[in-house]
């Protein structure tokens, strides 16, 4: 499903929304929400939206879990950790529990850290389906999303939950989400705005099935709900209806 927005603030107001509409029925229904988090500018707004009034007065932020999509492997202090951008708008001003907010420290060992983090999922899922209640997520210009980035190798894992990823940027590793996992959430929410998305959200929406060099095609929840929050410059594109 794709909803399309006036401006970024519209948009953002409406993931605030949709974030806390499923955080309170998972509550009511399993007695808590997990969500994977997306890092980026754009969700930042999302973010502080669910610091304030009125959201922050809605959510049941002490049966929340926090998980991430992906991150920087860089200390959580670094301008740059997609834990410290959530952690500094949002999650340090409402009451969630520290330990039920999971940030990805990858900054020593992005292999390790992987493998600790799907121990951390798999333990958290335990005796259940793997089952996200929420993922958030961006889209890049290039077509990536989390860290599955185009020709990557983690783009054909089928097992794992979680994998280090090398860019060739100097000195920056990532550790991401894959595919598999975020595919079986019962939500998955891309959150998209901007005249430079216009191009690449039309091809990942409307041209050839091309996962190696749109990475964000892959994601496909089943049976879960994939929605585009989109705003009107970054869904210009897209064809009506």
């Known amino acids: 499903m794709i909803q399309v927005y006036p401006d970024p603030e519209s948009l953002s107001r409406a993931a605030a929304a949709l974030l806390v509409t499923q955080a309170n029925l998972a509550v009511a229904a399993r007695g808590r929400f997990s969500v994977a988090l ?7 707004r999302t973010y502080e939206l669910l610091a304030a009034p009125p959201w922050v007065d809605q959510g049941p932020w002490g049966r929340v879990h926090v998980f991430w999509g992906d991150e920087r492997c860089v200390p959580l202090t670094d301008p740059r950790s997609n834990a410290r951008l959530a952690k500094e708008a949002w999650l340090d001003r409402v009451p969630i529990p520290a330990d039920q907010i999971h940030p ?17 999922l798999r333990e958290f899922f ?20 989390a860290s599955l980035f185009p020709g990557a190798p983690v783009l054909k894992e089928g097992e794992r939950w979680a994998a280090a990823v090398c860019l060739a940027e100097p000195d920056l590793h990532r550790v991401t989400l894959t595919a598999p996992l975020i595919n079986q959430a019962a939500m998955v929410a891309f959150l998209v705005a901007g005249k430079s998305k216009a191009d690449v959200l039309r091809e990942v929406l409307h ?7 749109l990475p964000a095609q892959l994601i496909q929840p089943q049976p879960g709900k994939l929605f585009w929050l989109t705003d009107q410059e970054a869904a210009a594109l897209v064809p009506a209806g």
């Not at 990805?104 to 951390?120: F, G, I, K, S, V």
């Open 207 to 213: 041209g050839p099935y091309d996962p190696e060099r």
């Open 126 to 145: 335990a005796g259940q389906p793997p089952r996200l209640d929420l993922v958030l997520l961006g889209l890049g210009d290039d077509g990536h999303t």
């Open 104 to 120: 990805l420290n990858c900054a020593r060992d992005p292999a390790d850290a992987a493998r600790q983090y799907e121990a951390q």
């Open 38 to 44: 997306s890092g980026g500018t754009t969700p930042r």
